[in-house]
Protein backbone atom coordinates (compact mmCIF):
# COMPACT_ATOMS: atom_id res chain seq x y z
CA UNK A 1 0.00 0.00 0.00
CA UNK A 2 2.90 2.62 1.01
CA UNK A 3 4.44 1.57 -2.08
CA UNK A 4 1.94 2.75 -4.24
CA UNK A 5 1.18 6.21 -2.45
CA UNK A 6 4.66 6.43 -3.11
CA UNK A 7 4.17 6.30 -6.60
CA UNK A 8 1.08 8.47 -6.42
CA UNK A 9 3.01 11.13 -5.03
CA UNK A 10 6.32 11.29 -7.08
CA UNK A 11 3.78 11.24 -10.23
CA UNK A 12 1.62 14.62 -8.39
CA UNK A 13 5.15 16.05 -8.08
CA UNK A 14 6.23 15.65 -11.52
CA UNK A 15 3.33 16.68 -12.29
CA UNK A 16 3.02 19.78 -10.66
CA UNK A 17 6.76 20.52 -12.32
CA UNK A 18 6.14 19.97 -15.56
CA UNK A 19 3.20 22.03 -15.24
CA UNK A 20 5.29 24.90 -13.75
CA UNK A 21 8.09 24.30 -16.41
CA UNK A 22 5.30 24.82 -19.25
CA UNK A 23 4.28 28.48 -17.39
CA UNK A 24 8.20 29.36 -17.17
CA UNK A 25 7.90 29.25 -20.79
CA UNK A 26 5.13 31.69 -21.50
CA UNK A 27 5.43 35.61 -22.05
CA UNK A 28 4.76 37.41 -18.77
CA UNK A 29 3.61 41.11 -18.96
CA UNK A 30 6.89 42.40 -16.97
CA UNK A 31 9.00 41.18 -20.07
CA UNK A 32 7.54 43.78 -22.01
CA UNK A 33 7.99 47.16 -20.43
CA UNK A 34 5.96 49.66 -21.36
CA UNK A 35 8.40 52.74 -20.60
CA UNK A 36 7.95 56.20 -18.37
CA UNK A 37 3.87 56.54 -17.60
CA UNK A 38 2.27 59.64 -19.06
CA UNK A 39 0.35 62.09 -16.68
CA UNK A 40 0.02 65.23 -19.03
CA UNK A 41 -2.73 66.57 -21.31
CA UNK A 42 -3.53 64.05 -24.04
CA UNK A 43 -3.36 64.69 -27.18
CA UNK A 44 -6.34 64.90 -29.53
CA UNK A 45 -6.93 61.65 -31.15
CA UNK A 46 -6.49 61.55 -34.56
CA UNK A 47 -9.24 59.44 -36.52
CA UNK A 48 -6.73 57.98 -39.90
CA UNK A 49 -8.55 55.16 -40.74
CA UNK A 50 -12.41 54.04 -42.50
CA UNK A 51 -12.24 51.98 -38.95
CA UNK A 52 -11.18 55.04 -37.22
CA UNK A 53 -13.85 57.16 -38.31
CA UNK A 54 -16.61 54.19 -38.59
CA UNK A 55 -16.13 54.34 -34.31
CA UNK A 56 -15.21 57.81 -33.69
CA UNK A 57 -17.46 58.41 -30.94
CA UNK A 58 -16.23 55.25 -28.97
CA UNK A 59 -12.45 55.86 -29.43
CA UNK A 60 -13.06 59.59 -28.80
CA UNK A 61 -14.49 58.42 -25.82
CA UNK A 62 -11.70 56.20 -24.95
CA UNK A 63 -9.23 58.80 -25.28
CA UNK A 64 -10.64 60.88 -22.50
CA UNK A 65 -9.25 58.16 -20.19
CA UNK A 66 -6.08 57.99 -18.43
CA UNK A 67 -3.13 55.59 -19.86
CA UNK A 68 -3.96 51.99 -18.70
CA UNK A 69 -1.33 50.50 -20.99
CA UNK A 70 1.96 50.59 -22.10
CA UNK A 71 2.37 53.55 -20.14
CA UNK A 72 0.95 56.45 -22.43
CA UNK A 73 -1.68 53.89 -24.26
CA UNK A 74 -5.16 54.20 -23.72
CA UNK A 75 -6.48 50.54 -24.54
CA UNK A 76 -10.27 50.20 -24.47
CA UNK A 77 -12.54 47.90 -25.91
CA UNK A 78 -15.88 47.95 -26.66
CA UNK A 79 -18.80 44.69 -27.58
CA UNK A 80 -19.09 44.29 -31.84
CA UNK A 81 -21.77 40.84 -31.05
CA UNK A 82 -22.36 38.35 -28.32
CA UNK A 83 -19.53 37.97 -26.31
CA UNK A 84 -17.51 39.97 -29.29
CA UNK A 85 -15.05 42.67 -28.25
CA UNK A 86 -13.11 44.69 -30.83
CA UNK A 87 -10.27 46.95 -29.09
CA UNK A 88 -7.76 49.54 -30.10
CA UNK A 89 -4.91 51.45 -28.11
CA UNK A 90 -4.57 55.30 -28.23
CA UNK A 91 -1.54 56.80 -27.74
CA UNK A 92 -1.81 59.90 -25.42
CA UNK A 93 1.33 61.24 -26.48
CA UNK A 94 0.45 62.14 -29.73
CA UNK A 95 -3.47 60.93 -30.10
CA UNK A 96 -2.45 57.68 -32.49
CA UNK A 97 -5.14 54.82 -32.95
CA UNK A 98 -3.29 51.43 -32.92
CA UNK A 99 -6.02 48.92 -33.70
CA UNK A 100 -5.73 45.05 -32.05
CA UNK A 101 -5.63 43.43 -35.32
CA UNK A 102 -8.47 40.96 -34.64
CA UNK A 103 -11.85 40.33 -32.84
CA UNK A 104 -11.64 38.82 -29.58
CA UNK A 105 -14.72 36.23 -28.78
CA UNK A 106 -15.89 32.63 -27.58
CA UNK A 107 -13.59 32.89 -24.01
CA UNK A 108 -14.06 30.51 -21.31
CA UNK A 109 -16.57 30.60 -18.82
CA UNK A 110 -14.01 31.06 -16.00
CA UNK A 111 -11.72 33.63 -17.83
CA UNK A 112 -12.13 37.30 -16.02
CA UNK A 113 -10.90 39.39 -18.92
CA UNK A 114 -10.61 38.29 -22.29
CA UNK A 115 -7.83 40.34 -22.68
CA UNK A 116 -4.77 41.10 -20.03
CA UNK A 117 -2.51 44.26 -19.95
CA UNK A 118 -1.26 46.19 -17.53
CA UNK A 119 -0.37 50.11 -17.65
CA UNK A 120 3.59 49.45 -17.42
CA UNK A 121 3.96 46.74 -20.21
CA UNK A 122 3.88 46.97 -23.69
CA UNK A 123 2.24 42.87 -23.55
CA UNK A 124 -1.34 41.85 -24.29
CA UNK A 125 -2.60 38.22 -23.42
CA UNK A 126 -5.53 37.25 -25.30
CA UNK A 127 -7.71 34.30 -24.22
CA UNK A 128 -10.41 32.96 -26.89
CA UNK A 129 -10.65 33.11 -30.61
CA UNK A 130 -9.16 35.74 -33.19
CA UNK A 131 -11.49 36.72 -35.27
CA UNK A 132 -13.87 33.78 -34.56
CA UNK A 133 -11.02 31.23 -35.52
CA UNK A 134 -9.19 29.06 -33.34
CA UNK A 135 -9.17 29.19 -29.86
CA UNK A 136 -6.06 29.25 -27.17
CA UNK A 137 -4.24 32.50 -25.33
CA UNK A 138 -1.94 34.40 -27.57
CA UNK A 139 0.59 36.94 -26.36
CA UNK A 140 1.23 40.38 -28.61
CA UNK A 141 3.21 43.13 -27.70
CA UNK A 142 2.79 46.52 -28.82
CA UNK A 143 5.73 47.30 -31.13
CA UNK A 144 6.58 50.12 -33.15
CA UNK A 145 2.87 51.08 -33.48
CA UNK A 146 1.77 47.61 -34.46
CA UNK A 147 0.56 44.58 -32.16
CA UNK A 148 3.20 41.64 -32.87
CA UNK A 149 2.61 37.90 -32.38
CA UNK A 150 5.13 36.65 -29.80
CA UNK A 151 3.69 33.42 -28.80
CA UNK A 152 0.06 31.44 -29.63
CA UNK A 153 -0.96 28.68 -27.53
CA UNK A 154 -3.28 27.14 -28.66
CA UNK A 155 -6.11 25.23 -27.35
CA UNK A 156 -6.49 21.30 -27.86
CA UNK A 157 -10.00 20.48 -28.93
CA UNK A 158 -10.73 16.68 -28.04
Known sequence: MRKFLWIGFISAICCLNAARAVDANMPRLEDFPGGGTFSGKAAKVRLVSVDDKEYATRIREA??????????????????????????????????????????????????EPIEFRRNSRLIVVHGSRNESGSGTYYYALDKGQFKLIKAVEKVTK
Open 63 to 112: SHQKPNFAGHYVLASWGCGASCLSSVAIDAKTGHVTWVPFTVCCWDVNVQ
